[in-house]
Structures are given as structure tokens and as C-alpha cells.
């Protein structure tokens, strides 16, 4: 029966819910203040029962002046004067009826209300309830309106954030495809055993791609498996000189991240970073709260990895990854690249985000 009637209030339109909502608390109120004034329950119930019928029926009467007139989301002046008197029209009409109704039947009133207070009384409280009424319904009708064409606007927003990120998402694999192959190419005259296991590793890597390529949103631990393809591929080209390590906290694999916003930066990592003595490369990803911490370190000096970074084509690498925690994280990320180390032998480059929330376009 309650699945019943909550199913029929949910289909009746806005405007009947709050109607119905609204006076049906102003009926409750009422019945108290008619109580405390003719310390009767049987004169508060009946009074009550006459004006709400009143109330509604002019409600709807003057809803319907409203829908037809060209007021948005201001109340103008020439508003507030409709609303004056149609109000005041409203009030006179209740006031009658309540006069008709003790006239027909006395016991409604008590004899010390009798004339004019019996008339104007309610004439004047009744034209404040209704302008009362009126006001919230502007009101209303204006958050509306103003949600409609919020949610208008985020979903044409929504569409284009998609559509960019997927333009930015599609510009890395082609660019790091080019690299691999390229890699392979120069492995296979002299090291073709490694070249093999770099195809492997890139075949690995690709269809990782394409399962996850229509999302723009996955979990930390499908980010870093597509991590770990990569740098297989790495590894094969350069064998004992590439030394890796991924550090991934327990409460942080299941947590949602924007695809592939990490992968560029690794790569930044692995072209630019030192490999004279070999290269070090760690990625360390905790979770503390809502905000999800991403550490990424290399051996090597920042000079040469922004130099480098601004000498690639716009959409890749680091401006690539800038603008997609724009895109993502709004307002709730942090991107630093940062350089330690006094000597240029032991100088090491780190990349640090901090995003906060779920990421958009999720």
C-alpha cells in the first residue's frame, strides 16, 4: 500500500506535490491557531476545512495567471502588482466565504467576532498568505529554472570534457606506439632476442589500450598494469640500465583515477632521466583520505626534462598531463616538478600530484 501511494505521489507533477505539501502544512498550523482561538477541536477542523478549500482553489486559479504571463526568473514590477491583486481579489474571496459560512452556520464563529472583525480579519491575513504563496512560487519556479539550465549547461559541458579527453587520451598512444616500434627497429640487427620480449611487452601494453579505451576512468591497479607493460617494453630496449619499482598502497589500488594520466609521465621519466650509471625509476601511489598521492621519481636534472617536455609537440607529455587534471580535477589537484640533489651526479627529478574526489567524466 505505501509502495502504492508513494508511487502515485512521485507521478503527480511538481507544482501538486508542493501544493499539496505546502498547504497541507499550513493546514496543521492552522488547525491550532483556529483551536487556541474558538477552544473548540470541531469548530478548529471545519473552519480549517473551509479556508484550505478556498486556498487551494485560488492557489491553482492564480498558478495559472502565472504560467500564462512572461515572468522568469525576476519578479518585476509589473509581478509584484499581479501579485498585489490577485492576492487581495483571492483574500476578498475567502473573507466572503468565511462570512457566507458563519452566516449558514453560526456556530463557526463565537458572537464577541461578529461584524467587521469577522470580515476584516481574515481579509488581511489571508491576502498575506497568499502573497506569501505567491512569492515562494516565483521563487520556486526561478531555482528551477535556474537548475534546468544548470543541468543543460553540465551536460553540454559534459560532452565536450568527453569528447576533449578522448582527444587528449587517443594522442598518447600513437606517440608512444612510434617510440616502441622505433625501439624495437634498432634492437632487432644486434639484439633480437630483446626486441622479441619488447614486442611482447608492447603487444601487452596495446591491448591494455584498447580494453580500457572507452574509459576515461579506471581504478589505480588498471592504471598501474598498463604502467607495467610500458615499462616492460622499456626494460627489454634497456635491459640492466633501467631499474624500476612500483609502490602502490593497498587502499589505494581500488581507487578511481583518470586513464593513462600517469603513463606520460613515466615516459617523460625514462626518456630524460639519467641513465649514465643507470637509470632509477620509482612510482610510489598512497591514499590518505579522499586525496590520492602519486610520487615519480627519476635520476636526472629538471632543466633537461622541461627543456625536452617544451620542445615536444603541444597535447603530449606533461602539458598533456596538465590538461587533463584540469579537465579531471578541477580545481582539486596539485602538479609540482621538483628537483633534489646538490651535485649533477646524484640530482633526481620528482613529479608529485595530488588529486582530491573522484575524478570527472567518470
Wanted: charged content about 20%; glycine content about 6%.
Amino acid at each position: 500500500m505505501s509502495a502504492f501511494l508513494l508511487a502515485r505521489w512521485n507521478g503527480l507533477p511538481l507544482f501538486w506535490r508542493a501544493q499539496l505539501a505546502g498547504w497541507g502544512l499550513f493546514a496543521l498550523v492552522n488547525v491550532m491557531a483556529q483551536r487556541v482561538a474558538f477552544h473548540s477541536y470541531g469548530v478548529a477542523f471545519a473552519r480549517t476545512g473551509l479556508i484550505l478549500l478556498c486556498l487551494i482553489a485560488i492557489s491553482t486559479a492564480m498558478h495559472a495567471v502565472y504560467v500564462s504571463r512572461p515572468f522568469r526568473a525576476r519578479v518585476s514590477l509589473g509581478a509584484m502588482a499581479l501579485i498585489g491583486l490577485l492576492s487581495l481579489l483571492g483574500a476578498l474571496a475567502t473573507a466572503t466565504a468565511i462570512v457566507v459560512a458563519h452566516e449558514a452556520l453560526p456556530w463557526l464563529v463565537t458572537p464577541d467576532r461578529r461584524g467587521a472583525e469577522e470580515f476584516l480579519v481574515p481579509l488581511v491575513h489571508y491576502f498575506f498568505v497568499l502573497a506569501g504563496w505567491s512569492l515562494a512560487y516565483f521563487w520556486l519556479r526561478a531555482e528551477l529554472a535556474e537548475q534546468a539550465e544548470h543541468r543543460k549547461a553540465m551536460r553540454a559541458q559534459a560532452e565536450a570534457l568527453r569528447a576533449e579527453l578522448e582527444q587528449l587520451r587517443l594522442q598518447l598512444d600513437p606517440h608512444f606506439l612510434f617510440n616502441a616500434l622505433n625501439g624495437i627497429a634498432e634492437e632487432i640487427p644486434e639484439h633480437p632476442a630483446a626486441a622479441l620480449e619488447m614486442l611482447r611487452n608492447l603487444t601487452a601494453y596495446l591491448r591494455h589500450s584498447l580494453d580500457g579505451i572507452d574509459h576515461t576512468v579506471v581504478t589505480v591497479s588498471n592504471e598501474v598494469a598498463g604502467l607495467m607493460a610500458y615499462l616492460g617494453v622499456q626494460r627489454a630496449r634497456f635491459g640492466n640500465r633501467l631499474h624500476t619499482r612500483l609502490d602502490v598502497m593497498p587502499e589505494a589500488a581500488k581507487w578511481r583515477i583518470a586513464s593513462f594520466l600517469l603513463q606520460p609521465l613515466v615516459e617523460n621519466a625514462v626518456k630524460h632521466g639519467r641513465r649514465d650509471d643507470g637509470l632509477d625509476l620509482s612510482v610510489a601511489i598512497r591514499l590518505s583520505g579522499d586525496t590520492l598521492h602519486v610520487e615519480i621519481e627519476n635520476n636526472g636534472t629538471l632543466d633537461t626534462t622541461q627543456r625536452s617536455a617544451r620542445r615536444r609537440r603541444p597535447g603530449i607529455g606533461v602539458e598533456n598531463v596538465r590538461r587533463r587534471l584540469a579537465l579531471h580535477y578541477p580545481d582539486r589537484h596539485a602538479f609540482s616538478l621538483t628537483e633534489i640533489g646538490e651535485h649533477a651526479g646524484n640530482k633526481k627529478v620528482i613529479a608529485t600530484l595530488e588529486l582530491r574526489g573522484e575524478p570527472c567524466g567518470s
